[in-house]
């Protein structure tokens, strides 16, 4: 085989390898550019979720006054239904009525 048979051949060589290396850096930055968007998408996934994760507590906090001020009502009616009662018992026992004679609700 004679040098410029030789030449050829390693120039086909650098040539294949070339081209072998220019298709590994294409494939490279398919996925360098497909990473790319995954972590966009991610971090607006991320954002999308610390929204709602701040809406949600925001919403917490105000049910858990409206509960308060809920509480707050039910314990003043339960006050004052206790003053009722008691002021029913003292109004039967002044008339007589024992609660056996209590009137009872008819359907």
């Known amino acids: 085989m004679g040098e410029i048979e030789e030449l050829r051949q390693r120039l086909e060589a ?7 290396m220019a298709e590994q850096q ?12 995954d972590v966009a998408a ?3 996934q991320r954002r999308a979720d610390v929204q709602l994760m701040q809406a949600l507590r ?3 906090l105000e049910h858990s006054k409206a509960l308060e001020a809920h509480t ?16 029913q018992v003292a109004i039967m026992q002044h008339l007589g009525i024992t609660p056996s004679e209590q009137p009872q609700d008819e359907d």
Not at 14 to 20: C, G, I, P, T
Not at 26 to 37: E, I, Q
Request: charged residues 25%; without cysteine.
């Open 14 to 20: 650098l040539e294949a390898q070339v081209h072998d």
């Open 26 to 37: 294409a494939a490279t930055r398919h996925l360098a550019v497909n990473s790319d968007r």
């Open 42 to 44: 991610l971090q607006e």
């Open 58 to 60: 925001q919403t917490q």
């Open 72 to 87: 707050k009502t039910l314990e003043e009616h339960g006050k004052l239904l206790g003053a009722l009662v008691t002021g």
